[in-house]
C-alpha cells in the first residue's frame, strides 16, 4: 500500500488514514520525503535558472570601492573620503569621495580603472549608474560633462549630463545607457577597451565649489543563478531532507501531546507516521510552486535591488517579481487549511472526535508546528 497509499490520501483521506491506523508504517512518509526532496531540487533548478542578477563593476564582494578609495581618482580639487555624507545601502559602503575647489569655476575629476572594461554589444556592459550631489554652489553648474575614456585620454565618448542634474543639496541618482548616445572623440575611441571616467563641471562664475560622488557601478549584463550559485543546487536535497524531518517530527510531537489535553491515549507510532502522510501537502505544494514559476518570465534583478538602498530596492522588487509572491502566498494558505483538514480527519477516525474538536486539535497542532519551524529555521515566528 505504501507507493499507493501516499496517493490514496489526496483523493480518499478517509479510506487512506483508516489502513494507516490500523497497519501504521514508516515506509509511506519515507516515500513522501524522498519524493519531497526530488521536488524540490526541480523547484531549486527552475528558480535558480529563472533569476537573474545584474552584474556589476566593482562586483558586489568589493562593494563600490572606486568611491571608497581617492587612489583611483585624479582632479584639480581636493580630495577626501566622507565618513558622514554616502548612500546607505548593501553595495555601497560607508564613504563616499568628496571633490572640493576654493574659488573656481570648473571642476573635474578623473577615474583610473585599473582593468579596462569591455562595454560594447553584445558581452560587455550596458549601464552607467552613480550618485552625485552638488553641497556647493547652491545652483546647478551650466555645463556638466561626462566623458568614457579609451586607452588614451584623448580617445573618449563624450555625453552631456547637464539636463540630468535635477536638484543642489540632495542626492542625484544618474543612470545612463552606454553605446547608443554618446559622441566618440575620433575613431579610436573603443566601447570594448574603457580605461577611465571623466567628470567636468563648470559655472559661469567663480565660487566655492563641493561635491560628493558615490556609487558609480557599470552594469547591464544579467547572469542567470544557475551560473553563479550552482551550489544552492547540490544544497538543495539536504536542505529539503532537514524542512521534511524537522516538519515531520514537530507536527507529530504536537499531535501525540495535544489530544491529550482531551484525556485521550495517544500513541507515538501512529501519530509520528500519521503526521508524515499529511505532509503530502508540501510536496503538491512545490509542485505547484515549481508549475508557477516555469510558467513565469525571467526575473531579472536590477542594480536598484541589489543595491538594497531604502525604498529604492522594494520598489525594484516589486516590479521584478509582479504578482509571483501573492500567488505562491495564497498556494501556500490553501496547503495549511488542506494539511489542518487532513490531520482533523486522522483525528476524528482515531479518538472518535467530533468534527469541531478534530478540526481545533488539528489547527492547533498545525499551527504550532509552523511557528516552531518558523522559528527553529528563520528566527521568527511569522507565518
Not at 529563472?50 to 587612489?71: G, I, R, V
Not at 581618482?73 to 555601497?92: E, P
Not at 562595454?119 to 547652491?138: N, Q, V, W
Request: aromatic letters at 16%; hydrophobic letters at 45%.
Amino acid at each position: 500500500m505504501f507507493a499507493y497509499g501516499i496517493f490514496k490520501v489526496i483523493y480518499s483521506p478517509f479510506k487512506a488514514f483508516k489502513e494507516i491506523i490500523k497497519n501504521p508504517k514508516y515506509m509511506g512518509p519515507i516515500l513522501i520525503m524522498i519524493l519531497f526532496i526530488v521536488a524540490n531540487v526541480g523547484f531549486s533548478y527552475v528558480l535558480l535558472s529563472k533569476t537573474y542578477f545584474d552584474q556589476t563593476m566593482p562586483p558586489a564582494s568589493e562593494l563600490d570601492k572606486w568611491t571608497e578609495d581617492t587612489t583611483f581618482w585624479n582632479s584639480n580639487a581636493t580630495i577626501i573620503l566622507s565618513t558622514s555624507d554616502y548612500i546607505n545601502g548593501s553595495y555601497y559602503g560607508n564613504k563616499s569621495i568628496e571633490f572640493s575647489l576654493v574659488s573656481g569655476s570648473q571642476i573635474w575629476m578623473q577615474l583610473n580603472i585599473t582593468n579596462s572594461l569591455n562595454c560594447s554589444d553584445p558581452e560587455g556592459y550596458k549601464t552607467l549608474s552613480f550618485r552625485l550631489k552638488l553641497i556647493e554652489p547652491l545652483t546647478k553648474p551650466t555645463n556638466a560633462s561626462l566623458y568614457l575614456l579609451s586607452t588614451q585620454l584623448q580617445d573618449n565618448f563624450y555625453n552631456n549630463l547637464t539636463d540630468k542634474l535635477n536638484e543642489t543639496s540632495i542626492w542625484n541618482n544618474i543612470t545612463i545607457s552606454l553605446g547608443s548616445g554618446w559622441t566618440p572623440s575620433n575613431t579610436n575611441a573603443d566601447w570594448g577597451n574603457i580605461t577611465g571616467l571623466k567628470l567636468e563641471f563648470t559655472w559661469p562664475i567663480g565660487s566655492n565649489i563641493t561635491l560628493l560622488i558615490d556609487g558609480l557601478f557599470f552594469h547591464g549584463v544579467y547572469k542567470s543563478r544557475i551560473e553563479s550559485a550552482g551550489g544552492l543546487l547540490i544544497s538543495s536535497p539536504i536542505n529539503a531532507f532537514m524542512e521534511f524531518t524537522i516538519q515531520w517530527v514537530i507536527l507529530g510531537g504536537l499531535l501525540y501531546i495535544i489530544p491529550k489535553m482531551f484525556r485521550v491515549k495517544t500513541v507515538w507510532k501512529t501519530l509520528l507516521i500519521t503526521a508524515g502522510f499529511a505532509l503530502i501537502t508540501i510536496f503538491i505544494q512545490i509542485i505547484v510552486f515549481t508549475a508557477v514559476l516555469f510558467t513565469w518570465s525571467e526575473l531579472r534583478y536590477p542594480l536598484e535591488y541589489l543595491g538594497g538602498v531604502p525604498g529604492e530596492w522594494q520598489t525594484a522588487y516589486i516590479q521584478v517579481v509582479g504578482p509571483v509572491p501573492t500567488i505562491l502566498l495564497y498556494i501556500e494558505r490553501v496547503i495549511y487549511i488542506w494539511t489542518i483538514a487532513l490531520c482533523a480527519t486522522a483525528l476524528r477516525l482515531m479518538f472518535t472526535f467530533s468534527w469541531v474538536k478534530s478540526l481545533f486539535v488539528s489547527a492547533l497542532s498545525y499551527l504550532f508546528s509552523l511557528l516552531i519551524f518558523r522559528f527553529l529555521i528563520y528566527g521568527t515566528f511569522w507565518l
